[in-house]
């Protein structure tokens, strides 16, 4: 079964932004509680950004301005995550006026007080937020960890992580601390993503895109996984590499990208993702995109790998896919695997979800979320779509979100969809909150809810 939400209010319905580049949590502890966020301005203005709330299992959505930098586009980057026990609702964020990285927190997602600052600092990109829980001595402890391209560190080795083993209760900056991950020489940086994924157990991995050679906007690089047992703090060195000895697996190395190239008014050079198996601290699975053509080639292709010790070696591919943007994995309590993904067609942005119970050793048919013209609407900035998805698991299910050209045609949505704007479906067009006054096409992000 699958819903698809279009999450952009009633109450916004005369609205045409760009809304795009998603981010999801879901309460582990009561999933009909969801924030979503996405590049949204606050609609009456000021110095405080919204996030989307739904306390109804996405069904409905609804705005709360309480997250610190209210821009032009409300934030720049923003992730979110929930305590696994706690309920507490973290973030990080680039602050839309001052771009800094912030972390944030509050005790609840329907609060209207703007969340605590915890983090200020300049020069970092992309913030990405996993949090977890876990009983010490009786007690339920947040652990949340935000993987960031710190442009503060040494000697070009900007991947990194901030950990804190005690979010929900203490005082600024509630223990976090920047962790350098790249540990080996870079081309002056790392790539923008980096990706976590963390076990119930304490297993925590990190994995990020190692900058070689090149000359920019020609970049080689190596995709590499690192990997702390102890939640954290024991600094990410478990996993060396089993040829040159240093900290961190390469899953791949010598892959070519061509960094802010353009396909379907997107910008690309910068999709990575991995996931635990939840059951199984051992089953761990990475995908990234890269130009198999390499300099002279037009491609943007997906590559899905697996290792089944800890990211100590890994599969070939098991998964590839050409011109594919923002992919995301996720595995579900029964070793479920999904991959999100938007693909172009040439004329067309086709977002698609597959969910495998064999790793792809058997076919699998993608399940189309939504597809729509890649020329409308014009693009107003960069990201077009967004830097990336979001793909979550609690239990059993799926919940994920994603941005697209909000045309309200039954034929853009092959698994259907429910608009809270208001919409006019026989002619194609959306109105505005007085149902008459026609409103342009634009991005909105939409929340899915996946349950096999």
Same mark, same amino acid.
């Given at each position: 079964?699958i819903r698809?939400?279009n999450?952009?209010?009633a109450?916004?319905s005369?609205e ?12 582990p ?7 979503a966020t996405?590049?949204?301005?606050a609609?009456l203005?000021?110095n405080?950004a919204p996030?989307?709330?739904s306390?109804d ?7 709360r ?9 409300g934030t720049?980057?923003?992730?979110v ?5 706690s309920g507490v609702?973290?973030a990080?964020?680039?602050?839309g ?7 944030l927190?509050?005790?609840s ?7 605590t ?8 990109d992309?913030?990405?937020v996993v949090a977890?829980s876990?009983v ?13 391209n710190?442009f503060?560190q040494?000697?070009?080795?900007t991947?990194?992580?901030?950990a ?6 203490a ?6 601390s ?7 020489v870079?081309?002056g940086q790392?790539?923008?993503?980096v ?9 925590v991995y990190a994995?990020f895109?190692?900058w ?9 690089m ?7 047992d102890q939640?954290?703090s024991?600094?990410f060195?478990a996993?060396t ?5 240093q900290?961190?697996?390469r899953?791949a190395t010598g892959?070519y990208i061509?960094?802010?190239?353009i ?19 051992r089953?761990v ?12 080639g ?8 697996r290792?089944t ?16 943007k923002?992919p ?6 029964s ?13 067309r942005?086709?977002?698609?979800l ?6 792809? %050793?058997s076919a699998v *048919?993608?399940l189309? $979320?939504? &597809?729509?013209?890649? #020329?409308?609407p +014009?693009? /107003?900035?960069? !990201? @077009?779509?967004?830097?990336y ?7 059993t299910?799926?919940?994920g979100v994603?941005?697209?050209n909000?045309?309200?045609?039954p ?5 259907g969809?429910?608009?809270q704007?208001? %919409?006019?479906?026989? *002619?194609g067009?959306l $109105?505005? &909150?007085?149902?008459? #006054?026609?409103v +342009?096409? /634009?991005i909105? !992000? @939409?929340?899915?809810?996946?349950s096999?």
């Open positions: 079964m698809i939400v999450m952009i209010p109450t916004l005369g045409s932004s760009q809304d795009s580049e998603p981010n999801l949590a879901v309460n502890q009561n999933t009909a509680e969801m924030v996405a590049f949204t301005a609609p203005g000021g405080f996030i989307y709330v306390t299992g996405g069904n409905t959505w609804s705005l301005t309480v997250v610190p930098g209210n821009g032009s586009f720049s980057d923003i992730t995550g929930f305590g696994t026990t609702l973290y990080g964020t680039l602050n006026q001052t771009l800094h990285l912030q972390l927190r509050t005790p997602l329907t609060s209207t007080t703007p969340m600052v915890l983090v200020d600092r300049a020069n970092e992309q913030p990405w977890g876990v010490v001595s009786g007690i339920s402890r947040d652990r949340v960890f935000v993987g960031n710190d503060n040494a000697a070009g080795g991947a990194t992580l901030d804190s083993l005690d979010a929900a209760t005082a600024p900056p509630a223990g976090f920047p962790v350098q991950l790249e540990k080996r870079t081309a790392d790539g923008p993503p990706r976590i994924a963390a076990h119930p157990d304490g297993t994995a895109e190692r070689v050679s090149g000359t920019f906007p020609n970049i080689t190596d995709i590499v996984v690192t990997r702390d939640w954290g024991g600094s060195q996993l590499d089993s040829a040159d000895r900290v961190g697996q899953v892959s061509r960094f802010n190239d396909m379907g008014q997107e910008r690309l050079g910068a999709d990575l993702t991995i996931a635990v198996d939840p059951t199984n601290d089953a699975w990475v995908a990234w995109c890269d130009r198999v053509g390499g300099l002279l037009t491609d943007w292709t997906v590559h899905v790998r290792s010790d800890k990211g100590q070696t890994w599969s070939a591919d098991l998964r590839t896919i050409t011109n594919v923002n995301s994995l996720a595995v579900n309590s070793g479920s695997v999904g991959l999100l993904y938007q693909q172009f067609t040439g004329a942005w086709v977002t698609q597959e969910v495998t119970t064999t790793g792809w %050793a *048919t993608p189309v $979320l939504h &597809t729509a013209p890649s #020329t409308t +014009a693009r /107003s900035f960069l !990201p @077009y779509l967004g830097d998805v979001r793909l979550l698991t609690v239990g299910d799926f919940y994603f941005c697209g909000n045309t309200p045609a034929a853009n949505f092959p698994s969809v429910t608009y704007r208001n %919409a006019d479906w026989t *002619t067009t $109105l505005s &909150t007085d149902g008459v #006054t026609p +342009a096409v /634009s909105d !992000p @939409y929340f899915f809810h996946y096999a």
